[in-house]
């Protein structure tokens, strides 16, 4: 996965340009920075910063970590000012204190984790959220003519995609689209949920953490 990103980083936003998605990205842009307002945000998975841009300037201050230091130097060149601290990372291993956020936030990334590793994922960020902390996840719903085919699904159940880059390559990448049921369960545990909502093209869970 971080090979294939790494990959993509120069075509990374284009995705964003589709036009039947315009509408639901405006209003996705718009409600984010409400629910992160004020708070110190870990944002995982943070890409080229497409999604930090919008948000980053309502909150008390944004480490972004991702994977990948090819989409992390756009993001920089994208938010040269922003009260953010980029950082190279394993969202399974996350190199920061315990207790240090108030807020998390991952866009596009849920739907990247193996079905089997959703848990162990959720440990590991709630482990450097203080009780009480907002977490945000947004994502992709499955729309017939607009989300890229899946391709398959493996004996886990997880689903995968074969996307083309630009420049022809190309990718097998882990896809999950998951139910509503399926959000709500894997976080029950861990959390009293805010909100779930959806837009035509997408899903977004908020909730906060219990002590």
């Given amino acids: ?5 790494a990959a993509r980083a120069a ?16 209003a996705m842009e ?6 992160l307002a004020g708070r110190h945000v870990l944002e995982v998975a943070c890409g080229t910063g497409y999604w930090t841009q919008f948000y980053a300037a309502a909150t008390a201050g ?19 000012d922003a ?7 394993d969202a399974y291993a996350l190199p920061v204190a315990a207790h240090a956020f108030d807020a998390a936030f991952a866009g596009f990334w849920w739907s990247h984790i193996p079905l089997d590793r959703i848990d162990a994922f959720l440990q590991g960020l709630h482990r450097v959220l203080k009780p009480g902390a907002q977490v945000v996840f947004i994502d992709n719903l499955f729309v017939p003519g607009s989300s890229t085919p899946i391709a ?13 880059l630009a420049g022809g390559s190309v990718h097998r990448v882990l896809k999950n689209f998951p139910s509503r049921d399926a959000l709500l369960s894997a976080v029950a545990p861990y959390a009293r949920i805010s909100e ?4 035509q093209h997408f899903w977004a869970l908020s909730y906060s953490l219990r002590a």
Avoid at 152 to 164: A, I, K, V, Y
């Fill in 62 to 80: 944004v480490v972004a970590l991702d994977g990948a230091a090819e989409t992390l130097r756009i993001a920089e060149r994208r938010l040269p």
């Fill in 30 to 35: 718009a409600w984010l920075p409400t629910v």
């Fill in 152 to 164: 398959e699904q493996d004996g886990d159940g997880n689903s995968w995609q074969l996307r083309r």
């Fill in 11 to 26: 075509e990374y936003d284009r995705i964003y340009a589709k036009p039947e998605r315009q509408a639901d990205l405006r």
């Fill in 83 to 89: 009260p953010v601290r980029w950082l190279q990372g």
């Fill in 196 to 199: 779930y909502r959806v837009w």
């Fill in 1 to 5: 996965m971080q090979d294939y990103y």
